[in-house]
């Protein structure tokens, strides 16, 4: 069937994009703060808090900066603090694409979590919009 179809699409895609992920480890040449994040979302996925896990998670994706994706003036008036900021100065993790399908894939494992290991709801991130 086509459900069936896109099931196996998408764990084939997820197996393919864990192997770069799974290469990094072995080699020890992960980043550590993204190792720390990683491990962070595991944790959270361990002790089934999920909501916990998708803020990790979110913030291993977007970060925490003000404008991660180099927006640097939002008006008429620019405000002094970000005058320092430059849309060419801003490295962003998801501008690799090797590194980007890794954290998607670590999203679909941890949406793969919650719908499979969830017992507490008001734990859980609401999946009905998100289809990974």
């Known amino acids: 069937t086509v459900k069936r179809k896109i099931k196996q699409a998408t764990y084939l895609q997820t197996h393919k994009d864990l192997k770069p992920l799974e290469k990094k480890l072995k080699q020890k040449t992960l980043e550590s703060d993204i190792l720390d994040k990683i491990y962070n979302i595991v944790s959270c996925c361990q002790e089934k ?57 670590i999203k679909r494992l941890l949406s793969f979590c919650q719908r499979k290991y969830c017992t507490n709801p008001s734990e859980a991130v609401n999946l009905s919009t998100i289809h990974i």
């Open 49 to 105: 808090n999920f909501k916990a896990a998708h803020d990790a998670y979110m913030l291993l994706a977007i970060g925490n900066a003000a404008w991660p994706m180099g927006v640097t003036m939002v008006g008429i008036h620019e405000r002094a603090g970000r005058s320092k900021i430059y849309a060419s100065e801003v490295a962003h993790i998801l501008n690799d694409e090797t590194t980007r399908k890794y954290i998607q894939m």
